[in-house]
């Protein structure tokens, strides 16, 4: 059901609105969602560690590429993830979405001809919903489909076929403002794919035949194959690196149980429920990233992706932009836990899903015929870099420390309960001294403060803050107790809330380099 405000709603309405990039918008449903207490993804059912991912990519601002046979809810996920979109005004009849506040560099040819565009065209309202596009991959999709065709009409009346006006967008353009929705990006012509590469990486589709660059703002949300796994077109490398891989399984026995009554016996999908404007518009401060790292956690991100490059059960190894990304999804995950400073078991997490898509397994490794293994054995393998990178750092740290000396309070630590770490680490001499030196070793080799933000007035604001104090001794503390197992000086098997990366179950010792 479309809501149509009068004109002066429309004015009352947009003095209160400002446009915000749809990673923006999305962040914020997605921290109001999890503020709450409630589901972020709610028709979604199981697949608890598939959602999170999603959730993780969406809140790092990344586009989510879902692997998976057919019959899954791909799609059901992607449009469940348009739902968390509010409404939006747009230009009437604009046929690429304009935001009537846009700039007029960034109008379409029609709007941007008008003297008024507002005046001239009126508003509109769009939902979430509304701003859900599909293009289905095959071997017929082209660069027609995706971008746009010649306007043949416009052209006949007299236009140049150089202008433009005589451009009429489909795919990508009529996505614009919302989420674009690829199913089968593999069964796409390889050539064709790599037209998504500005989109997705510059925010522009670019018409070489006009001399035209024209600014997009969407989500990307696609699907396909495990590269090896079908008979199709490549992936290409520079494109995938810009994805994030999940794996999405069929649901356990119960949950498809539960799907099959639902959608058989219960309300159908896709029911267009009311929806009303809202009294109160996001800003970008509503979906600013308020997390901070301790020095240590970003030096492990990085040994860890660099560690990739030299293990030998690769044959792809991570890019740049899989450190970045690890550190990305790393902040979300601290995000998706209510939390402000991160911890080991946030990097495992994001480096999990960071790595999935940008390393690719020997090929003697690889089950052709149980991809969700094959998905298990990476998931593994970004587990041990951790591991090896935990050690790697802990023998860097712990160069000069006594064991002797502090063994003991290591091992009260671990039988203390989890609140009570942060006076355990400020009242024990021993530990408070060796964290002393792990901040000093932070500023004198990385130049680093004891918390890293990407927000310098955030920094500022929480530096004296007690809670935020909290966290950060709660992260150091499982740092010292996690490099410290890995040096065998204590056990953690007792406690199954501290996070510690294991080796890869197939694998041998002292293989990696």
């Known amino acids: 059901m479309r809501v149509n405000p009068t004109e002066s ?22 921290l ?7 589901e972020v993804l709610p028709e979604i059912q199981g697949r608890e560690q598939v959602k999170q991912d999603v959730v993780r990519a969406l809140l790092s601002g990344a586009q989510p590429y879902l692997v998976s046979e057919e019959g899954t809810g791909k799609t059901r996920l992607a449009r469940s993830v348009s739902r968390l979109l509010g409404p939006v005004p747009k230009l009437k009849g604009c046929p690429y979405n304009d935001d009537p506040k846009w700039s007029r560099e960034r109008l379409c040819p029609r709007c941007r001809e008008s003297v008024d565009p507002v005046k001239e065209f009126g508003i509109e309202w769009i939902s979430g919903k509304e701003r859900f596009s599909r293009i289905q991959g095959n071997e017929y999709t082209n660069e027609a489909k995706l971008l746009g065709v010649k306007d043949i009409q416009a052209i006949a009346r007299g236009m140049s076929p150089k202008d433009p006006l005589a451009f009429a967008g489909t795919g990508v353009f009529r996505a614009n403002r919302g989420i674009l929705f690829i199913d089968e990006l593999p069964a796409i012509r390889t050539k064709v794919q790599v037209l998504l590469h500005p989109i997705i990486e510059e925010g522009k589709a670019i018409l070489e035949e006009y001399n035209w660059e024209y600014p997009l703002d969407l989500l990307v949300i696609s699907t396909g194959n495990p590269e090896g ?24 026995e119960e949950i498809e149980f539960a799907i099959m009554m639902t959608e058989r016996f219960g309300a159908r999908n896709g029911s267009d429920p009311e929806w009303t404007l809202p009294d109160e518009f996001p800003t970008i401060d509503d979906a600013r ?25 690769l044959d792809k190894k991570a890019s740049i ?34 790595l999935r898509g940008r390393v690719q397994l020997r090929q003697d490794l690889i089950d052709y015929d149980n991809p969700r293994e094959t998905m298990r054995k990476v998931d593994e393998l970004s587990e041990d870099l951790l591991r090896n990178a935990l050690v790697d750092l802990g023998n860097e740290v712990m ?57 310098e007035d955030l920094h500022r604001q929480t530096a004296k803050s007690g809670a935020l104090e909290e966290e950060y001794l709660i992260s150091a503390a499982e740092f010292v107790l996690a490099i410290a197992a890995g040096r065998k000086w204590i056990g953690l098997r007792e406690r199954d809330d501290i996070y510690v990366p294991v080796e890869i179950s197939w694998g041998q010792k002292g293989t990696w380099k």
Request: with cysteine.
């Open 321 to 354: 932009r899989g450190t970045t990304r690890a550190i990305d999804h790393t902040y979300s995950s601290t995000e998706m836990e209510r939390r402000t400073v991160t911890r080991l078991k946030d990097v495992g997490a994001g480096l999990r899903l960071a």
């Open 9 to 30: 709603q429309n004015r009352q309405l947009l003095d209160r609105y400002e446009p915000l990039p749809i990673s923006y918008q999305l962040r914020y449903a997605i």
């Open 289 to 313: 990233r308020t997390v901070l790292a301790p020095w240590w956690i970003l030096s492990l991100i990085n040994k860890s992706v660099r560690q990739s490059r030299t293990c030998r059960w």
């Open 32 to 38: 109001r969602a999890i503020g709450g207490g409630g």
């Open 399 to 455: 160069g000069g420390w006594d064991r002797t000396d502090i063994e003991k309070d290591l091992n009260l630590l671990i039988d203390a309960p989890r609140e009570s770490w942060p006076g355990f680490m400020k009242n024990s001499p021993a530990l408070r001294e060796r964290l002393e030196e792990i901040e000093r070793m932070g500023n004198q080799r990385l130049k680093l403060e004891q918390l890293v933000s990407e927000d």
């Open 229 to 252: 796994f079908s008979h199709v077109n490549e992936v290409p490398r520079p494109l995938i690196d810009r994805l994030e891989t999940i794996y999405m399984d069929l649901p356990d």
